[in-house]
């Protein structure tokens, strides 16, 4: 009866095994957030300046759009942010948000 206990103890750690590899998945206190700027007519506008700013924080960053008019913004804290976007050519235009992420 012990051989057989031990042989089935062995054949459930041998399967259970591969389980204990996969990674551990944690809680995210980050997230991303990306948009397209675009001209009244829907045109692309690439090379205009985004900026966000946190309101409670003050945090703030800068980038720039690609050619396509997308933007990106990786691993922003939680938060209530003020969205900017300007290009010379073009007037200053600002969005405000309850939380955004």
Known sequence: ?????????????FLCLPH???????????ASLNGLVVDPSGAAVPGAKVSIRNTETGFSLTTTTGDTGLYL??????????????????PHTSRKGSTWL
């Open 20 to 30: 204990l590899r996969q990674p551990l998945s944690a809680q995210f206190t980050t």
């Open 73 to 90: 913004f990786p691993r922003l804290p939680v938060g209530s942010y003020t969205l900017t976007a300007e290009r010379a050519v073009f």
């Open 1 to 13: 009866m012990t051989h057989r206990f031990f042989v089935v103890c062995l054949v459930a750690a």
